[in-house]
């Protein structure tokens, strides 16, 4: 846990999954916000974020209860989309909420979503290799050799 999750409580957060039809305007706003302030700034990688996924994806937020601020996020992609079984991904915190947990709750809810929307089916990520550890926490395996996904050294793994 973080140091700055031993001085205040955990962020409450309400938590809502949403089709892309129902995300509003300012939701999807902060989604590619959050996205790009990670992903792309903070990573320091320059890729296509928006790849024509979002529109079919499920999406998770975790927002804030008083602040309605998007804390928490990831989204669930169908099979066949990107890879045969469903898949999560875009997983990601707000800086100033990591280290609170939120990263294992949205990977349990999202293996609890895929679970009853695509029962019987294995779940497939693209994981940066580094959080390899995090995911194998949730008992993902490791199925393919490290390789380079826009310059950042992935691997695929897979909850069965």
Known sequence: MSEQCRQIPPPKLDWSWREFSELSGNR??????LRQQIFII??????????KHDHVAFHLCGTGSETQ??????????????FEEPSIGR???????RGCGLGHELMERSVQFCRGRFAGMAIRISAQ????????SHGFVTVTAEHL????????MLLR
């Open 69 to 82: 601020s998007l804390q928490a996020y990831l989204r669930v992609l169908p099979p066949g989309k990107c």
């Open 91 to 97: 997983v990601v915190t707000a800086p100033a909420s």
């Open 42 to 51: 903070e990573q320091q990688c320059a890729y296509g974020d928006i790849d």
């Open 28 to 33: 999807l706003y902060q989604i590619l916000y």
């Open 129 to 136: 290799a580094h959080l390899q550890p995090f995911y194998m």
């Open 149 to 156: 996904v826009d310059g950042i050294p992935h691997v695929e």
